[in-house]
């Protein structure tokens, strides 16, 4: 009868618990205590040992239907999902295009990935593999999407 509560108890628990530690180990143990569970169930209770295996299959379905439909709507769901409607979302920033040929400062040591300030504007820069030191001027010399490419302007 112990290893049936325990087995039965332990079994949902890491099956709940596959949620927040994907890989398939947790489900996969747990889905083993409920097996487990559910042959102790017929030597604890000889005579009804069917109903008590049909019995866990019922609750294991009824635990998935409550998680699905409660779970998503908790404060542990809502900080796991997505709620934001991604129909408007744009893969790339607004208004890079009109940094093309201007020049600015780089405000990190490009190395050869960094920061510059190009129009008042903070900006995600890479070069042509060269490093630029901060403080030197710099101009935008390639845009592809997101990918904004600069130079180290050479100073008479």
Not at 34 to 57: D, N, R, Y
Not at 63 to 69: N, P, S
Not at 81 to 109: C, R, Y
Request: charge should be neutral; aromatic fraction near 8%; glycine fraction near 12%.
């Amino acid at each position: 009868m112990q290893v049936f509560a325990i087995a039965l108890t332990t079994g949902l628990i890491l099956f709940g618990a596959e949620i927040f530690v994907p890989g398939g180990i947790l489900g996969t143990i747990g889905a083993l205590a409920l097996m487990t569970a559910i042959v102790s169930g017929f030597f604890a209770f000889p005579e009804h040992g069917a109903a008590v295996a049909i019995g866990i299959v019922f609750l294991i379905g009824v635990a998935i239907v409550l998680w699905v439909r409660f779970f998503p709507k908790s404060r542990i769901g809502k900080g796991m999902t997505v709620e934001n409607n991604l129909s408007t979302f744009k893969a790339t920033e607004d208004g890079l295009q009109a940094l093309e040929g201007k020049t600015g400062v780089a405000a990190s040591a490009l190395r050869p990935s960094g920061y510059c300030t190009i129009d008042g504007r903070r900006v995600d820069v890479v070069t042509f593999g060269e490093m630029v030191e901060k403080g030197q001027a710099v101009r935008v010399v390639e845009i592809k999407g997101n990918r904004v490419v600069v130079e180290a302007v050479q100073e008479n």
